[in-house]
Every structure is written in C-alpha cells, then in structure tokens.
T-cell receptor
Framework: EAQVTQNPRYLITVTGKKLTVTCSQNMNHEYMSWYRQDPGLGLRQIYYSMNVEVTDKGDVPEGYKVSRKEKRNFPLILESPSPNQTSLYFC????????????FGEGSRLTVL | AQTVTQSQPEMSVQEAETVTLSCTYDTSENNYYLFWYKQPPSRQMILVIRQEAYKQQNATENRFSVNFQKAAKSFSLKISDSQLGDTAMYFCAFMTGTNDYKLSFGAGTTVTVRA
C-alpha cells in the first residue's frame, strides 16, 4: 500500500530534550516536505527536500533541522524543543509534476511542556 | 508570496443539503493550481478536488464541485447532498506552476453535517 508513515503519532516532551520525528514514504517520490498545523493558521511549510542531500527552508524553519540521506526518509529534528513548537506535524511527499498531488502522513501531535 | 484566505471558520449544514465554502487567494502568477483538502477527525489530509488555473472549466468530483473565478481570485467549494461523513475541516490550498511544490494553505473551515 502506497503511504507516508510518520512516527511517533503522539509525543509529550519537555523543553530542551532533543527529539526526532521520522517520515518514510514507499512511493519513490523525489519531493518531501514537513508542515506544521496550528489553529487559525492552517498548515505552514517548515522544510522541504527536492531530492537526496537537497533540502531548503520553508516559511517557518526556526528551531527545526532536517536531513535527506535516503530517498525514502526525511526526518524532522527538534534540537531543543520549546513550548511554541507544540503543534500537529505533517510529512508529505510527491513526484515532480506541476500541480501534482502531495500525499500526507497521518500527522504527529507534539506537546512540549 | 501567495496568501490564501478562508473567511468562514465554521459552517453547519443539514444532511442532504448543499453547503458552499469560500476561498480567495492572492498571487501575481498566471499559472498555478488550486486544491481543496479534507481533514476528518482522523487528521488524515485527503485531496478532494484540484483545479488548474489555465482551465476555465470548473472541476467536479462526484458531489464536490468548485466555482473558479480567476479574475476575482476566488475558488469556492460546493458540497452537494451532504453526508455525515463529510464532517471535517476543509483547507483551500495554492501551488504555483513553477518547479515549486509548496502548498500554501488557508486557515481552514470546519464543516459539521447534522443528521
């Protein structure tokens, strides 16, 4: 089954404790991206990757890191989480087709205390 | 930068009735794509419908249709014969026609279908 898999789905952590949210896709997509969803703001792009070893900032990259060492994986790293990073996070992937559909993971609910 | 505005935070509709969700956007691009995504309580993001800006014909997917007004930069979604399973948050989203696959989202509209 074609899918984007995120882990963990739920996480409660404390300020400053490094964490990684993993994302893996099995559709051989070149493009992958991370979004965060906050009430009243919709989804906003954090980082994206056009291919292996190619990453770039989105609209709200502060406090996040990413890496793309393999085509299928695109982890999101919070080196020192803060309460303002409490949010719902989505990973998405897609092919290089103008206006092509992005496929989303099921979301990861992160709470930073 | 593109902005997407959904002015209706919440809407309620009776089962089998029709509801229309509004979306406006701001862009200087001439070639772009517009989307409506559905997010049910499961949180999964599901593509509902897609419109290419260079096509004048409005997109339709079963009970879902759009009214695309390019000059007015308006992209409304109509849900006909509403069903309980349509209860969800709906997001309008914009993507440029260049090699940029970023989706810019509106704030969302929560639709509740009443039995």
């Amino acid at each position: 089954e074609a899918q984007v898999t995120q882990n963990p789905r739920y996480l409660i952590t404390v300020t400053g404790k490094k964490l990684t949210v993993t994302c893996s896709q099995n559709m051989n997509h070149e493009y992958m991206s991370w979004y965060r969803q906050d009430p009243g703001l919709g989804l906003r792009q954090i980082y994206y990757s056009m291919n292996v070893e190619v990453t770039d900032k989105g609209d709200v990259p502060e406090g996040y890191k990413v890496s793309r060492k393999e085509k299928r994986n695109f982890p999101l790293i919070l080196e020192s989480p803060s309460p303002n990073q409490t949010s719902l996070y989505f990973c998405a992937s897609g092919t290089y087709r103008a206006g092509g559909e992005l496929f989303f993971g099921e979301g990861s609910r992160l709470t930073v205390l | 930068a593109q902005t997407v505005t959904q002015s209706q935070p919440e809407m309620s509709v009776q089962e089998a009735e029709t509801v229309t969700l509004s979306c406006t956007y701001d862009t200087s691009e001439n070639n772009y794509y517009l989307f409506w995504y559905k997010q049910p309580p499961s949180r999964q993001m599901i593509l509902v419908i897609r419109q290419e800006a260079y096509k004048q014909q409005n997109a339709t997917e079963n009970r879902f249709s759009v009214n695309f007004q390019k000059a007015a930069k308006s992209f409304s979604l109509k849900i006909s014969d509403s069903q309980l399973g349509d209860t969800a948050m709906y997001f309008c989203a914009f993507m440029t026609g260049t090699n940029d696959y970023k989706l810019s989202f509106g704030a969302g509209t929560t639709v509740t279908v009443r039995a």
